[in-house]
């Protein structure tokens, strides 16, 4: 039996595709339900406060600055939303006097525009985000070379050959957005060999960084959190981390405040990982393989999946 048409965009893979009583299954979890679904290499963590939520955030950036040595680098990879811990990781490294001569940044992905990546002064930057956030706020007796922190670029080979370089990769966060993505790895469009069926885990566990195009979910969205819903602003296409790097990262921790995904995506990545249960229309199930993910929940904003008209 072939599989369902997106409710979302009918020419794309996404977590609309799945089958119903999947779907119907997971709207029924509660919020204790999802502490249930920790297991060996799959952590599910609550805060109940936005403050703890944030502070926990930062500390892992802190955490693994801490380990890196000249003969032993250390770095993290960490994204573009949420970005409310990035101040508190500036702030925490001045007053711990923390010397990040030794560590290492990824950024998670940046915007293609005609050919090449978005230059640093455009305001969407990734890059230009994460400097005014957190980088540029560290004080220059501690702050990290220029060469330590690793933008994705058009010509990715650079950024690629970073991470097989001899510096490891501590910890990737992310959130996660609507489409159910890690950074961008969007779904596919439903089209050539994928049209009747969406790649399998192993297909899309082998791709790199690389230029992708969005699922329009994803250009919604990011007109909706960052271009104040002008969605003819946003690009179309983008520079990921691929889940050859992810893979790389001794632990991938997804952090979701209720801000960027609704109370079903919430539900249905954990459900999924947990389950090992992965489709590639669920980009982010396909974590279910890694040895070592965390989700991190602000209490407050896991909400419920009931109908309430407004």
């Known amino acids: 039996m ?5 409710m979302l965009a009918r020419d794309w893979w996404d977590f609309t595709t799945l089958n119903d009583e999947l779907l119907n299954d997971v709207a029924k979890l509660t919020s204790n339900d999802l502490l ?8 599910v963590k609550f805060y109940d406060t936005l403050e703890d939520f ?3 955030e930062a500390l892992e950036y802190i955490t693994a600055w801490k380990r890196s040595t000249a003969d032993n680098p250390v770095g993290v990879c960490g994204p573009i939303g949420p970005t409310e811990q990035l101040p508190l990781v500036a702030r925490m490294v001045n007053e711990l006097q923390l010397d990040l001569a030794n560590s290492h940044f990824w950024g998670m992905d940046e915007w293609y525009v005609d050919g090449k ?3 640093p002064t455009h305001p969407l930057s990734f890059e230009k985000a994460d400097k005014e956030l957190c980088f540029d706020l560290i004080d220059k007796k501690f702050s990290m070379p220029e060469e330590n922190m690793h933008f994705p670029k058009a010509d990715t080979s650079k950024y690629i050959q970073s991470w097989e370089n001899g510096i490891k990769c501590a910890v990737m966060q992310g959130g996660q957005g609507d489409v159910k993505h890690w950074a961008f790895n969007d779904p596919f469009k439903r089209e050539g060999k994928y049209k009747d069926n969406p790649p399998t885990p192993e297909e899309f566990r082998k791709l790199t960084t690389r230029v992708v195009d969005l699922h329009p ?3 919604m969205q990011n007109a909706r959190t960052s271009g104040g819903g002008v969605v003819t602003g946003i690009p179309m296409q983008a520079i990921t981390v691929g889940p050859v790097q992810t893979w790389m990262a001794e632990k991938v921790s997804i952090w979701q405040a209720g801000t960027h995904d609704n109370a079903f995506g919430q539900r249905l990545t954990a ?9 590639s229309s ?3 199930s396909l974590l279910a393989d890694h040895p070592n993910v965390q989700f991190n929940y602000y209490r407050g904003g896991i909400g419920e999946c009931e109908t309430e008209m407004h």
């Open 282 to 284: 669920v980009p982010m």
């Open 117 to 119: 990546e978005i230059e």
């Open 217 to 219: 979910v994803t250009c």
């Open 271 to 279: 459900f999924m990982i947990s389950n090992k249960i992965m489709d």
């Open 36 to 43: 249930q679904l920790s297991r060996d290499g799959f952590n």
């Open 54 to 56: 944030y502070l926990a």
């Open 2 to 6: 072939p599989r369902k048409l997106s």
